[in-house]
């Protein structure tokens, strides 16, 4: 957030009630009934919780109040009409590590650095980034986080800052007559019932109700049902969700059950809400809804040929993000484009700490639910499907070897190096589900578009190496994969060089400005991909 936003003070029905409690202690500190030094343990107490509640793989457009019609989710409608929605929240990826990297941390996959989700290095959130969870800890937050799958474990260094860290310990393997490294998704994932109870545990023993608590809690819960169909709801549950009236006509298997799974997850919530309220803690607690990335689909399929995630088309992207408790005006939607990337100095900003240090991508939203319309934020992807070992679709779609995106809210360029010929140019302004691909049409939108591509410079031109760092992170499992035969060479091969935009007759080795004289633009890479040989 800009200094003037900072400094712009909101209406007086959105103040947010914390700030008033710090001010009567202020005061209350003046007149000296408080010892120099000596916190106020009400005033303390009384400043927000803050919980983040991450859907793994959930679009917008299957929720209700983003227009669904498979069916309603009343917990997650509840908390929309209680606070503001974004109609249109993009996420950076198509991958659970790097879109929950960009939502803790504020910043894009080339500024944190979690790229994939398995390789010799590029898939651990690095000690010197910040994240919510450090910074809430140093704030004096209890810090909790309880998970539903392997891909937010502390493998991927998501562990710092938290207290309280229910995740999985897991390994990825090269499984034989496999084209990729995978992990054991039956074993390391656990249904949002089971989720949620543990949550309400941790409160439970943690917390209490409002009028034993003591200090304010920043906790994440992570929710993953939609993302495969490996645990499914109990039967009593399962048979009437998918005989409804919404679902049962759903020819299409995949698209049918993940209705209901969300739906599903969306009674689990519902559970959680009913819990924090009976406890008295969600008048004065800031909740957070998003996802890291959709899903295709059946529709999907249809307009995109592709039906899972790893893809940065709208089904893959566009999340939902809702906002509510104090300072979040109830039954407000917002139609600017946002970011995930937005999410951390959002909640940051709403608590009343300081922002997360050094260069951040994203901003602060609490000007725009006060009011301050700013216009559509600039949105970024990226998909480094060529490095990642665990990616072996790019071999049935090798246009998606490596993907990179870009929006202004208006066009939306997803540029693909291994094959710029397939790259895509979507007018999203009147084209909002991507239907019709106009990169002939408009190179002058293109050649924008790439110019903020490149000024970002977010390019991966080479597997990502062996550290003895990422050795450690991951257990040795790097070198045990080498010991197997797997490595960076059995993802295929590529000979990277860099041309302009506009002379495309430029060739160069290395990152620079066209040389062409009176055009300044720099330079974007290009790959020659080639697959592995067969062993």
Not at 154 to 178: I, Q, W, Y
Not at 252 to 258: G, H, M, N, P
Not at 311 to 337: C, F, K, N, S, W
Request: charged share 25%.
């Amino acid at each position: 957030m800009n200094d003037q936003a900072r400094t712009t003070l909101p209406a007086p029905r959105l103040l947010r009630p914390w700030l008033l409690l710090v001010a009567t202690g202020l005061a209350a500190a003046c007149g000296g009934s408080q010892k120099d030094g000596e916190a106020d343990p009400e005033t303390s107490a009384k400043k927000p919780n803050v919980i983040l509640i991450t859907l793994d793989t959930v679009r917008a457009d299957y929720l209700t109040c983003y227009g669904a019609t498979t069916g309603s989710t009343p917990a997650i409608d509840g908390l929309a009409s209680e606070g503001t929605i974004f109609e249109r929240a993009v996420s950076s990826s198509g991958l659970t590590p790097a879109s929950h990297a960009t939502i803790l941390t504020g910043k894009f996959q080339y500024n944190h650095g979690v790229r994939v989700l398995s390789a010799d290095s590029g898939f651990k959130l690095e000690d010197e980034h910040e994240t919510l969870a450090t910074k809430f800890k140093e704030a004096g937050y209890r810090t909790a986080a309880v998970h539903s799958a392997f891909p937010v474990s502390a493998t991927f260094g998501f562990d710092r800052g938290f207290d309280h860290f229910d995740s999985f310990t897991a390994s990825l393997e090269a499984k034989p007559g496999r084209d990729k490294v995978s992990w054991d998704v039956q074993t390391f994932q656990r249904r949002s019932d089971e989720t949620t109870e543990r949550t309400v545990s941790w409160l439970d023993e943690a917390v209490g109700d409002a009028a034993q608590q003591d200090q304010p809690f920043f906790l994440w819960i992570h929710y993953w049902d939609p993302h495969d169909p490996v645990k499914l709801p109990p039967g009593d549950s399962w048979g009437p969700l998918m005989n409804s009236p919404e679902l049962k006509d759903i020819a299409d298997r995949q698209t049918r059950e993940y209705a209901g799974e969300v739906r599903w997850q969306d009674q689990n919530i519902g559970t959680l809400l009913t819990a924090l309220r009976t406890k008295g803690l969600l008048d004065n607690t800031v909740m957070a809804v998003t996802a890291d990335h959709g899903q295709g689909l059946e529709d999907g399929m249809e307009l995109h040929r592709w039906s899972n995630h790893r893809m940065l088309y709208r089904e893959q992207v566009h999340v939902p993000l809702i906002l509510r408790g104090p300072g979040v005006p109830a039954g407000q939607r917002l139609t600017d484009q946002v970011r995930t990337a937005d999410v951390a100095p959002t909640l940051l900003d709403l608590a009343g700490i300081s922002p997360i240090d050094g260069r951040i991508d994203g901003e602060s939203l609490v000007p725009r639910i006060e009011g301050q319309s700013g216009g559509d934020l600039w949105a970024y992807g990226e998909q480094i499907n060529g490095y990642d070992f665990n990616a072996g679709m790019w071999k049935h779609r090798p246009d998606a070897t490596f993907l990179f995106m870009v929006t202004d809210g208006e066009w939306k360029l997803i540029y693909k190096p291994s094959m710029p010929n397939m790259s895509e140019l979507f007018h999203v302004g009147i084209d909002p589900k991507e239907v019709r691909n106009v990169i002939g049409e408009h190179p002058e939108q293109v050649e924008r578009l790439l110019a903020n591509l490149s000024e970002r410079n977010p390019w991966v031109t080479e597997p990502f190496p062996m550290t003895e760092m990422s050795s450690e992170a991951d257990g040795g499992k790097s070198d045990i994969l080498i010991s197997l035969g797997y490595s960076a060479a059995d993802k295929g091969t590529g000979n990277w060089w860099w041309t302009c935009p506009r002379h495309t007759e430029v060739h160069s080795d290395k990152r620079q400005r066209c040389p062409e004289e009176g055009c300044d633009r720099i330079l974007i890479p290009m790959v020659q991909w080639e697959e592995p040989a067969p062993k």
